[in-house]
Every structure is written in structure tokens, then in C-alpha cells.
């Protein structure tokens, strides 16, 4: 009996057939796919979900109606516009039923958006988004080097735009460019993009690579379809999280992606890229040589300037001469009221010791005074010296056991012996044979030896005769 029998009346319930639920289920799955091949289906796109497996779930759903959309990973990885909350688009795919559910759902193929309205729509909910986390702050921005080493390049490298940057180049101030090749348009733009800036900030400087000082991501214009690779969340990001200092030059002056609002300059255009990294180099050899000519002058005229302030100081100064004519005569006067002065100290000191030396008492009592001040000193010193010198003895002895301990004597009592001759120490047979008189120490004394001929060397054995057929024994 067909399901879908178009038959009003319905059978006697004594003659309906009975059907498991995976054949009633199996039966609507091949009825949908086999009515519903191919279709578009336009909607807009709600509860997206992205799980760790890399698959998409979202629904699409209009005024009236909700439909189930599901694009699977490798498909997904394809996708040219990625399913976003809010968007409209329109879904090319199949229908199918997810039996484990008892739905029908749609199996995605391609997302594009539903006019040019909503692409701009979703632009401009990526750039809050994107906004709103920081990406495009002044305050991140990094100062472009006024004269690089080394410059790379994100671009085709089979395009108009790869010549016209080498062109400006070699024109204003040429450098070392190092070109990463990336498709510029199409699905794979995006993550060769994103690469290719995480790419230059990973090479190591000094590398067989030379790292650059500057990039220049440079695309020529388009539609906002053929640049959307450089709206793409990757490469805002790429560019956002760069090292190297970043300019744009995505399109004409008039296109705007979003990487221009990540990166640390935008040029209008890929030539006023390259004329932004570099300076003409005609121009820094005139103002470099105008700065060496004025720092010539400003030179001549600091040097005219300090001389003439040399010379009025110099004339303030006066005479040599007359600057000691005052000194000359204080030391003259001085000199001449030494002698006497010299004289009258003498009388006073001889006779002040005259008075003491007349007066025993006083020199008793000042000596009784100072034989005190000794008796405390002494006093104060007894203890630290005391203490000093039992601390130099603790020491001295410590020193003592450590020469006992390392010292040969502890080896001999354990058997070993020194040998001597001569008053040397002898350490070896031949030398020892050839002293008549030995002197051997023990731990407990010496004791002289004489010393005869060497006994001559023990004759070789004789080779063993091998009688098992070339085998060797092995005892």
C-alpha cells in the first residue's frame, strides 16, 4: 500500500497495515528527498550554533514559519559568508529528515547574502562586534618605521599591484622586499591572508628569511564581494595581533574593509602604500645635506660667540700681576711677624712648664688622674682581649686537628709506610734499588734497611700446547 494513497476514505481499521516507526519514518525521508531535489530558500538566520565538532546548526525562519538548517564541516569550511545572528540570506541545499528527531531540516551547501542591504547589514554588525573588543583603538597603534629595512608583502603575486608597489619603490628609496603570495579573492583569501601576516611576525631575525621591519596587505578594487575575504574576522584579527608595524591598501579610496580599521595605517591606495613606507630618497639626501650645512653655520656661529665672551671675561680679569700684588704683600707681613710670634710662644711654654715644675702636687695629682683613666682602660681591655685570644686558640687548635686528620702520620697507622732516601721520598722500585741505605717511618718510628740488586724478572712460561683441534680451553 502506497503512504501518500490519495484515497479519502479511510480503510476499515480491522485492514489497515501496521508500519514500525524507522519504515514510517524511512518512507517520508524518501518522499522529501525525492520531491524536494535542489532549492533556495530564502530566510533569516537565527540560533547559530557552531559545536567542536566544526559542523553548523541554524535555523532560518521568516514571518511565519522556522526551518531547521544544518551545514556540515567540510562544507562549512567552504562557506564564503558564514551564518551570523540577525542576517538574511538565501541557503542553497537539500531537504532531509533527521528521523532521530522527527524533523525535516535542510542540508546547506552554499550562503549568500540576500542583496547587498544585508551584506552591508552584517559588515556593520562585525565592525561593532570587533569595535567593542578593542581591535580598532588608536591607543594600539604602532608608529610605521620612517625608513625599513625590510618591507613584506601580502598580495597576488601575479597582479597589477605587486608591480606598481615595486615600481614606487625603486623609484623613491629601493629596499629589500620580501612577497608572501596570496589569493586575494574567493574562499581561500581569508585564511591565506591571515597566515601570511602571522607568518612574517614568526620568522626569526637574523633568519635565512630576513624578518620585515614593515607589511603592506594590498588587494586592487573590486566589489564588496570580491573584498570580503579582507572582512573576515581571521584577518582582522591577524592584523590586529601583528607585531610589525601594518599598513592597508585594500581597494581603491573609496572601498572600506575592516582590516583598514585594524591595521596601523591605511594607504587609499597600494601605490600610496609604498610611497607611506619609504621616503624619497633624492629628498633625504637634499634635507640631510640642508641639516649638515646648517649645523656647519650654528657650529661657526656658537664658535664666533664663545670667542667674544672669552675676550670680555679676559678683560675683567686685569693683570696677572696686579691679581698678586695683594697676596705677594700679606705673605711679606706675615713673614715678618713669624720670627717674634715664634719667639713669644717659647717665653710662654718655658714658662708655664717653669710653674708646673714648681708646683709638685699638681703633677702628682694630673699623674694620678691619667694612672686612673689607664686602670679603666685596662679593665675594659682585660675581658675582650681574654676572649679574643681564646677564640684564636679554639681556632688554632681546630686548625691542629685538621693537620693531624689530613696529615700522612694518620695514614701510617693504618698500615702504610714512607720510604726514604737520602732524606727524599722515594716512590718507586727503580729509583729505591739504586740507594744502598732505605729508611723506612712506621707509625711508631723509622727504621734504616739497606738496599740490594733487584732479583731478576721470573722466565716466561712456556705456551701451552692446545690439543683440541684448534679450540681453545677455556679454564
Not at 556593520?124 to 608583502?153: H, M, N, S, T
Not at 698500615?415 to 723506612?440: C, K, N
Request: with cysteine.
Amino acid at each position: 500500500m502506497d503512504l501518500l494513497d490519495d484515497d479519502p476514505s479511510p480503510p476499515a481499521p480491522g485492514n489497515a497495515p501496521e508500519f514500525t516507526v524507522s519504515e514510517l519514518s524511512g518512507a517520508v525521508k524518501r518522499v522529501i528527498e525525492g520531491e524536494f531535489g535542489l532549492v533556495r530558500v530564502r530566510g533569516e538566520v537565527s540560533r547559530v550554533s557552531r559545536p567542536v565538532s566544526g559542523h553548523l546548526y541554524f535555523d532560518l525562519k521568516d514571518e511565519r514559519a522556522v526551518l531547521a538548517a544544518v551545514c556540515w564541516k567540510g562544507q562549512a569550511a567552504r562557506l564564503t559568508v558564514r551564518p551570523e545572528e540577525g542576517i538574511e540570506v538565501i541557503a542553497t541545499g537539500r531537504l532531509t529528515t533527521f528521523q532521530g528527531q522527527s524533523k525535516y531540516q535542510l542540508v546547506v551547501d552554499n550562503l549568500e547574502p540576500a542583496g547587498a542591504g544585508a551584506l552591508m547589514l552584517m559588515l556593520e554588525k562585525r565592525k561593532a562586534a570587533l569595535a567593542a573588543e578593542g581591535l580598532f583603538d588608536q591607543a594600539r597603534k604602532k608608529p610605521i618605521p620612517y625608513l625599513p629595512c625590510v618591507i613584506g608583502v601580502v598580495t597576488s603575486p601575479s597582479g597589477a599591484v605587486i608591480r606598481d608597489i615595486l615600481h614606487r619603490l625603486r623609484d623613491r628609496f629601493p629596499r629589500e622586499v620580501v612577497i608572501w603570495p596570496v589569493a586575494v579573492q574567493g574562499e581561500k583569501c581569508a585564511p591565506e591572508v591571515a597566515a601570511a601576516i602571522r607568518g612574517f611576525n614568526a620568522l626569526p631575525p637574523g633568519g635565512a628569511i630576513p624578518r620585515p621591519d614593515l607589511i603592506i596587505v594590498a588587494r586592487g578594487g573590486g566589489s564588496i564581494e570580491d573584498l570580503w575575504g579582507f572582512n573576515e574576522e581571521i584577518v582582522v584579527r591577524a592584523a590586529a595581533a601583528s607585531e610589525i608595524p601594518l599598513i592597508a591598501a585594500v581597494g581603491h579610496e573609496t572601498d572600506t574593509t575592516l582590516i583598514d580599521f585594524a591595521a596601523d595605517l591605511r594607504a587609499p591606495t597600494p601605490t600610496a602604500a609604498a610611497e607611506l613606507a619609504v621616503p624619497v630618497r633624492s629628498e633625504l639626501i637634499a634635507w640631510a645635506a640642508e641639516q649638515g650645512a646648517r649645523l656647519a653655520r650654528a657650529m661657526q656661529v656658537q664658535g664666533r660667540m664663545r670667542r667674544q665672551r672669552l675676550t670680555d671675561l679676559a678683560r675683567g680679569l686685569g693683570r696677572p700681576e696686579a691679581l698678586l700684588e695683594g697676596p705677594r704683600q700679606r705673605l711679606d707681613r706675615w713673614g715678618e711677624r713669624l720670627g717674634p710670634a715664634l719667639v713669644a710662644a717659647n717665653a710662654r711654654r718655658r714658662e708655664r712648664l717653669a710653674r708646673a715644675a714648681l708646683r709638685p702636687a699638681a703633677l702628682t695629682q694630673r699623674l694620678a688622674g691619667e694612672r686612673r683613666h689607664l686602670d679603666q682602660w685596662a679593665a675594659r681591655l682585660r675581658p675582650a682581649v681574654a676572649l679574643r685570644i681564646a677564640k684564636l686558640r679554639e681556632g688554632v687548635n681546630a686548625l691542629d686537628r685538621l693537620r693531624a686528620t689530613l696529615g700522612y702520620t694518620e695514614t701510617l697507622k693504618r698500615g702504610f709506610a714512607v720510604v726514604r732516601a737520602g732524606g727524599a721520598v722515594v716512590t718507586a722500585r727503580e729509583e729505591a734499588a739504586r740507594h744502598p741505605a732505605l729508611e723506612i717511618e712506621f707509625h711508631d718510628g723509622r727504621l734504616a734497611v739497606a738496599s740490594g740488586p733487584a732479583p731478576p724478572a721470573p722466565a716466561p712460561k712456556p705456551p701451552r700446547t692446545d690439543r683440541s683441534g684448534g679450540q681453545g680451553s677455556l679454564f
